[in-house]
């Protein structure tokens, strides 16, 4: 072989080794990372579930997700998607990115978070179909740190695309008092990854991003979360007005919600399978999504209720609750790149899997108990409103369920317990299941009627029990006839006026339209509308889907002032009765307000006042409805007159345009 073969070979040679060198250090370069956010297990689908421990991180993963959480604090770092990227965002600090917290105080002290960082870590079972691991916090007496017992538990189970996770939170007696306003599990996502929001069929769209709500790109407006979008990133998202409150929602309509990467046609989505431990019953509002990108599930907070719905403990109160599981699930589809709501159809199919899979059958604390460990009631409700109907009528769509025990309508204060509720059938027949053993009481409040039903009788539900409930009579308030009514009782005020917002605030463009009450600045159109005199209404010529405007507001009187409205009910009587007549007053919502009622003499002393009444602040935060109140009020016959009558309604409180009131509905009864 000549000199020039040789160094033909040498030459192959050399670039053989260059290029096995390198093929090395790709080849280590991508286990490392693989390690460092947790898949250094070997896994494939079907494979199993497999836990790998190193330093302080500990790593679930099934050949499908893969979920990396720090030891002991139990917060996740990572969460990676068939192979892919941390799908969670990096520029974060490692305990920003997937956590549990609490916001709380001591009485009268500012309030401060708690992540719920866990001091122990024990894995729970570690098998070939699941695992569950614990991150566990027990307070010691003198401990600064809010006085609970936290066991917070992730699950992960074979061959299925995500994870669960929960939390056990217990108090004992005599520690110190203190208040929770507010419990949450959520993410933040990398927010140049994920660009589509989705949390209803109609409600879905491109969100902004974070810079577009800083100087420059975006001018605060009335309160620190209404940020006006006037240089975003997106440019056809210039005019609007980013919210995190825009994506809010009943809790019983609240069950799956996420984010859409489109460049990757990954869905990452938050499925609440029960409302059994929210606070606040099935017609509390709280928030979902919104700008990060974060995905929360919501647990306890006082949003739409006010002080009302935060959890006050005192000294001797002992209390324990199990919040969640709650189910992330992980999906793809390659369409999604250009179609994210192919994802969002996929997730809403398995938010049905997961509502029908309730109560988990896997879950291992003691506290969470299965279907074989609960009870059930069953009956049928009737109401009976004698104007109406000589006989009882079923109670069609009526909502009814089990709360702890209190007066008619405590369900929506209610915090500390679990609560259970169904909608009745078109017959009034309900069946309430998968109860956890207690003593409850039954209440129910039914659409096209005041007023809220509690039964006579308390319920206890044991470990298998079916109860029959019997007698469930709803008796709606009422003393007379009606003469005439404003509204629909269906404890909202969306039958109301609602008129179109600013035109200077764009308006996204859904798919389809969403409730215009999910707008920026509606409570300045009342001046628009009524820029001189305040709102008449005519019984039997003007109409309340036209000519009530839907919240009672004060009026813009000049530079950071406002002044109170008051709003007239005209109204004819032929002749007048012997006794007192009753105004049914129904308000879907209050918030620094005081209705004042006075009847035909706008000057007299009121006849009635709330007196001041709400925190639910539902105006400012695109709500319809908050904490639901009822008052029946006398009105003297010699108040009255043949002919003209006018009642007066006063909003008195104006120290800001968000003291406001909405009436869910208005009937005037005569005399019984």
Not at 250 to 258: F, M, P, S, Y
Not at 394 to 416: C, D, H, I, R, T
Not at 631 to 659: E, H, M, W, Y
């Amino acid at each position: 072989m000549g000199k020039s073969g040789l160094n033909s070979i040498f030459s192959w040679q050399l670039v053989a080794i260059v290029q096995l060198f390198f093929l090395l250090i790709a080849t280590h370069s991508h286990n490392s990372d693989r390690h460092k956010h947790g898949k250094g297990r070997r896994s494939h689908a079907g494979a199993g579930v497999h836990l790998l421990q190193q330093n302080h991180t500990v790593s679930l993963t099934n050949g499908i997700v893969n979920v990396l959480l720090t030891i002991p604090d139990g917060n996740v770092i990572s969460v990676t998607y068939k192979g892919g990227d941390n799908l969670l965002e990096t520029q974060n600090k490692e305990n920003d990115r997937g956590y549990w917290d609490l916001i709380w105080n001591k009485p009268g002290a500012p309030t401060s978070m708690d992540k719920l960082e866990g001091t122990s870590y024990k894995i729970i079972v570690q098998n070939n179909d699941q695992t569950e691991i614990s991150f566990t916090r027990t307070w010691a007496v003198g401990s600064a740190r809010m006085p609970l017992n936290i066991d917070k538990r992730f699950v992960m189970l074979k061959d299925s695309p995500g994870f669960y996770t929960y939390t056990v939170l217990e108090r004992l007696k005599g520690w110190p008092a203190f208040d929770i306003q507010e419990g949450r599990f959520l993410f933040k996502l990398q927010e140049n990854k994920f660009h589509y929001m989705a949390m209803s069929d109609d409600r879905q769209r491109v969100m902004p991003m974070p810079v577009d709500r800083i100087p420059g790109h975006g001018q605060p407006l009335d309160y620190p979360e209404a940020v006006l979008l006037t240089n975003p990133t997106n440019p056809q998202l210039k005019g609007e007005v980013d919210d995190k409150y825009l994506y809010s929602c009943d809790n019983k309509d609240n069950k799956v919600h996420g984010w859409v990467s489109s460049d990757q046609g990954v869905g990452f989505w938050m499925i609440t399978p029960s409302n059994e431990f929210r606070t606040g019953g099935p017609l509390k509002q709280d928030l979902t999504s919104h700008v990060g990108p974060t995905l929360l599930s919501m647990f306890i907070s006082t949003h739409y209720a006010g002080e009302d719905l935060a959890l006050k403990f005192q000294t001797g109160d002992y209390w324990k609750k199990v919040l969640g599981p709650v189910f992330v699930y992980l999906n793809s589809d390659p369409s999604a790149k250009t179609n994210p709501s192919v994802l969002w159809n996929d997730a809403k199919q398995r938010m049905q899997k997961e509502v029908s899979s309730w109560p988990y059958n896997f879950p291992l604390s003691v506290d969470f108990l299965k279907s074989n460990q609960r009870g059930a009631v069953k009956g049928q409700l009737l109401v009976h409103d004698w104007y109406k109907n000589k006989m009882a009528e079923p109670g069609a769509s009526a909502y009814v369920g089990l709360a702890p025990q209190g007066g008619p309508g405590s369900w929506q204060f209610e915090n500390k317990g679990y609560q259970f509720w169904t909608q009745a059938d078109q017959h009034g027949n309900f069946a309430i299941t998968n109860v956890v053993p207690g003593t409850y009481s039954l209440f129910a409040w039914v659409p096209g009627f005041v007023g809220d039903y509690k039964h006579a009788s308390d319920i206890t539900i044991t470990p298998g029990s079916n109860i029959q409930a019997t007698n469930v009579v709803f008796v709606p308030p009422r003393k007379g006839a009606t003469l005439w009514e404003i509204g629909v009782p269906d404890r909202t005020a969306a039958e109301f006026f609602i008129p179109d917002p600013n035109p200077s605030f764009k308006t996204y463009p859904y798919r389809a339209p969403v409730e215009k009450f999910r707008q920026y600045g509606l409570w300045a159109r009342y001046k628009d509308i009524h820029p001189v005199t305040d709102q008449v209404y005519t019984v039997g010529l003007s109409d309340y889907k036209k000519d009530w405007f839907f919240a009672h507001v004060p009026k813009n009187v000049g530079p950071r002032q406002f002044a109170a409205t008051t709003w007239q009910i005209i109204f004819d009587l032929k002749s007048i009765a012997k006794g007192s007549y009753t105004l049914q007053l129904a308000l879907a919502s209050a918030n620094a307000a005081e209705v004042q009622v006075r009847v035909n003499n706008p000057n007299s002393a009121a006849l009635f006042t709330t007196r001041l009444i709400g925190k639910d602040n539902a105006i400012a935060r695109h709500g319809i409805h908050g904490l639901y109140h009822l008052f029946s009020i006398d009105i003297p016959g010699t108040q009255l007159v043949v002919g003209k009558n006018t009642i007066f309604l006063t909003q008195a409180r104006s120290i800001s345009p968000f003291c406001e009131v909405m009436y869910d509905y208005i009937r005037l009864e005569g005399p019984a």
